[in-house]
């Protein structure tokens, strides 16, 4: 986000001072977010946070993890304390379905036959997981994992003597997968793609999850279609192959992806391509609303397209940049896209969009394990991924955005500090 000259911040605060009702819908992470911005901004009107789920505003990244695991309470996630969250002065309404948006009156329409008004509106939907429409999903039980009551429903069938089939190699399915195995149960992750998270990591860093998890007792079947579930003579469950085989399981997990929640959008006529198309201040093709997180499709220079990024970097900083665009302040929002998972100890980080055209430059410590990928473009890093190296990424994210050119050897020699790059 650009800063601003004095004058210009004046003239936003002022601008911003004919604002009364402010309307959030969505009281995920990019909804919190821009609930606390607005009041950190010093917007004093009316503010009504609309969730569809009974929970406070909180973060989903631990639900796969440390919740799902009993390690945490659900409590953990929350993005702020209960006194905090009360200090806000929010029109909280949670467990609340909009209808429809009619942008004429300015109004949003709850289920409930209420009518909110707003002058700026703000959609932070996010997503949903996404299912399968395949023969035999009424027969058996199919979880999926986006929300809080989702991990406390899956993690009883997840433990010592169980067995379960995970449907999809991405980042959540292994995710769960790790967490699964880690409490003892017996594992398959079932991908119909040639390897592990294809669409957003290259072939190495593929192979690398795919070690990684058939060292910890995983079954890893790729390129393995899945044509439908069945309710096996012994009421478990089963998986069945496009190969005609089948795996009989406890429990089966859908992680094939999130599908955005941009219904209401389209419905109001808002545009939308695989989510809400939104600028590089957030706003939507209607100027009284603007739109963050997993449910908005904005331009990225790093990327040089549109990209819905599905991260908790952009839920929290999206929905900062919305709420301090709605107030009238200059946003330019485009991150450096940044991405981490956690999976048996291991901690992976991408920091920027790596292509098949770039060249690539290891900085490996053979002893520990632990790396960091550079991908260049001539002599300049265009993104980096690590695997435990926190602290090397930091100095790899540095180096992208400055657009620092550097020299091979050193930044492959671990003898030379990233911070001497």
Request: aromatic share 4%; net charge negative.
């Amino acid at each position: 986000m650009t800063a601003e000259r004095p004058e210009v911040a004046a003239a936003a605060c002022a601008d911003a001072s004919v604002i009364q009702n402010i309307v959030i819908i969505g009281a995920g992470q990019a909804g919190g977010w821009a609930a606390q911005t607005l009041r950190a901004e010093g917007f004093t009107g009316r503010l009504v946070l609309i969730g569809d789920e009974a929970h406070p505003p909180h973060e989903r990244p631990p639900l796969s993890k440390a919740v799902l695991s009993g390690a945490a309470l659900p409590e953990t996630t929350r993005l702020m304390k209960a006194e905090a969250f009360e200090a806000l002065g929010l029109n909280w309404r949670p467990s609340a379905r909009v209808l429809r948006i009619d942008r004429a009156a300015k109004q949003v329409l709850l289920a409930d036959g209420e009518a909110v008004p707003y002058d700026k509106l703000i959609l932070c939907t996010g997503g949903r997981a996404r299912q399968l429409t395949l023969p035999g999903v009424d027969q058996v039980p199919l979880h999926t994992l986006r929300t809080i009551e989702d991990a406390q429903a899956l993690a009883p069938a997840l433990g010592a003597g169980r067995s379960v089939v995970v449907v999809g190699g991405g980042w959540i399915g292994l995710e769960v997968a790790a967490t699964a195995r880690q409490q003892g149960a017996e594992v398959v992750v079932v991908e119909t793609q040639s390897r592990l998270c294809e669409r957003t990591v290259p072939a190495e860093i593929s192979e690398h999850l795919l070690a990684l998890h058939r060292a910890q007792g995983t079954r890893v079947l790729l390129g393995a279609g899945v044509s439908g579930f069945a309710r096996a003579a012994d009421g478990r469950s089963e998986v069945l192959l496009a190969d005609g085989s089948a795996l009989r399981c406890d429990t089966i997990v859908l992680g094939i992806g999130l599908v955005p929640n941009d219904e209401l959008a389209r419905e109001a006529g808002l545009e939308c391509d695989g989510g809400v198309l939104v600028d590089a201040r957030c706003h939507t093709s209607d100027p009284d609303i603007l739109a963050a997180g997993d449910v908005a499709v904005a331009p990225n220079t790093w990327a040089g397209r549109r990209l819905r990024l599905e991260s908790w970097q952009n839920a929290q900083e999206q929905g900062i940049a919305a709420a301090r665009s709605a107030l009238g302040h200059t946003v330019d929002y485009q991150p450096l896209p940044w991405f981490w998972s956690d999976q048996y100890g291991m901690n992976l980080q991408i920091y920027g969009m790596p292509a098949a055209a770039h060249r690539v430059v290891r900085r490996c410590d053979e002893a520990s394990g632990n790396f960091v990928l550079f991908y260049l473009a001539g002599d300049v890093v265009q993104a980096a991924i690590g695997h435990n190296a926190a602290r090397d990424l930091r100095f790899a994210r540095r180096l992208i955005e400055q657009r620092k050119p550097v020299d091979d050897e050193r930044l492959a020699d671990l003898a030379t500090p990233m911070s001497k790059q």
